[in-house]
């Protein structure tokens, strides 16, 4: 269902997909860096949704300020920020008390896991791709939450070696999955990258309270 929500900068273009196995929790997805032209349809967001759906996850996706319909100019993520907040006060209205999770790829992983750790309804996270190249991941070390990250091997923005050795420093609970020689789009390797995915969510799910 497409949706506008009313954002900080004006209408945000959103999609709300409710899940065909609802487990009565909700996820928002976040998208890549829409200087670089991320929307909310990208391909990877879109198996990003598909898998939260696969595990029971109601998802909204939106397009942040100035990509797609949405109002707005990009605001170097803290704009960005205040529009994934938008998302989840939507999703909080949606299901209340249920637990949210955050997913997000790239620049939205960023974004989106700042926004959530302001919101305590959230409950789980998920990056695909995360961007250590560009942005600061180093708050995830001491995040209590359930998160998982799936990344290429050789992902340009941010090698998986280099993210496995991250994801291994923070406290329990936390998984990590690497796409065997797939770059930062998975480029010829959507189909594993969806596999890993669908076994994220399912970690999700039985993880978040």
């Not at 879109?46 to 109002?71: P, Q």
């Not at 637990?99 to 790239?106: D, E, K, T, Y």
């Not at 992983?109 to 409950?123: D, R, T």
């Amino acid at each position: 269902m497409k949706l506008f929500l009313t954002g900080p900068a004006g209408k945000l273009e959103a999609i709300f997909d409710e899940s065909s196995r609802p487990n009565g929790g909700a996820a928002l997805v976040c998208h890549p860096h829409p200087v670089h032209g991320g929307t909310m349809h990208n391909r990877v967001v879109v198996r990003l949704v598909r898998a939260f759906l696969n595990a029971g996850f109601d998802v909204l996706r939106l397009n942040f300020r100035g990509a797609g319909e949405s109002d707005g100019s990009y605001d170097s993520g803290i704009g960005e920020r205040a529009d994934a907040r938008t998302g989840l006060e939507f999703l909080k209205q949606e299901r209340p008390g249920g637990p949210l999770c955050v997913g997000g790829f790239s620049f939205g992983s960023w974004v989106g896991f700042n926004a959530a750790l302001e919101e305590p309804q959230v409950k789980g996270l998920l990056a695909v791709g995360m961007p250590l190249k560009h942005f600061d991941f180093d708050f995830l070390r001491t995040v209590t939450l359930p998160k998982w990250t799936v990344q290429g091997e050789h992902d340009e923005f941010g090698l998986g070696p280099r993210v496995r050795a991250l994801m291994e420093s923070c406290v329990d609970p936390k998984g990590f999955s690497m796409v065997a020689d797939a770059d930062h789009f998975f480029t010829d390797h959507i189909e594993q990258l969806s596999v890993e995915l669908e076994m994220a969510t399912t970690w999700l799910k039985e993880n978040v309270r």
